[in-house]
């Protein structure tokens, strides 16, 4: 199995822009995590997904911020519009009996 | 509402001498604990956990963990440290049971071991 895949691994925009943060979880994992890391906050838990369904946005720190599991391989993260403190590590994990994490994108909005 | 502490920044130890790195919680219910590492540019790597039973847990890479109820804590140990265990630490917790299937993790300490 390939793990958690991640795209893009690093992500550089402009501030306003856009930004999609992609994931695929795990064959078979029913649980999808979405979280970030800052030096300032550690890692933060935004969102997670039990079977597709959001279960938990409480994490989610403003409504420039949107996720979405059309399917159970797929799930993304968007920002718009992106602001500087944006920027930061942004994790994916999925779980069925133990967590996994995706190598992360690194987002830098400038 | 559930939460993790790790008291320290880092911890410095030299090649060779055990380590110590620390983690209390703070549930209600009985906790799920765990341990993951990060090396530089990577995610997060699982090292081991408790659930229940032995309060002594051993995991990946020699690493193995202490679970005390009374104290609530969950510190991270290995008898004799490598210069490649440098990395991030993450201490996290998650409850029993119930709707909540978060993972809350702590701060963080960064393990840096001199040769």
Redesign the interface.
């Known amino acids: 199995d390939a793990g ?1 895949i991640q795209s893009p691994r690093h992500e550089v925009t402009e501030m306003g822009q856009e930004v999609t943060l992609r994931c695929k979880p795990i064959s078979g994992h029913n ?1 999808l ?1 979405w ?1 970030r890391q800052t030096m300032m906050r ?2 933060e ?1 935004l969102i ?1 997904f ?1 079977n597709n369904v959001p ?2 946005d409480s994490g989610m720190p403003e409504d420039r911020f949107s996720a979405k599991m059309p399917n159970a391989s797929f799930s993304t993260l968007k920002i718009q519009p992106s602001e500087p403190r944006d920027s930061a590590v942004y ?1 994916c ?1 999925s ?1 069925e009996y ?7 994108t ?1 987002l830098t909005v400038v | 509402a559930q939460s993790v502490a790790q008291p320290e920044d880092q911890v410095n130890v030299a090649e060779g001498n055990p380590l110590t790195v620390k983690c209390t919680y703070s549930v209600s219910g009985n906790p799920y604990l765990f341990w993951y590492v990060q090396y530089p540019n990577r995610g997060l790597q699982f090292l081991l956990k408790y659930i229940t039973g032995d309060n002594l847990v051993k995991g990946s890479y020699g690493f193995e963990a202490e679970f005390n109820k009374s104290q609530t804590s969950f510190h991270l140990k290995k008898p004799s440290a490598l210069v490649s265990d440098s990395a991030l630490y993450f201490c996290a917790v998650k409850t029993e049971g119930g709707a909540t299937n978060k993972l809350i993790f702590g701060t963080g300490t960064l393990l840096a071991v001199q040769p």
């Open positions: 958690v649980s995590f979280y550690g890692l838990l997670y039990n279960i938990d994790f994990a779980r133990g967590y996994t994490f995706g190598s992360g690194r």
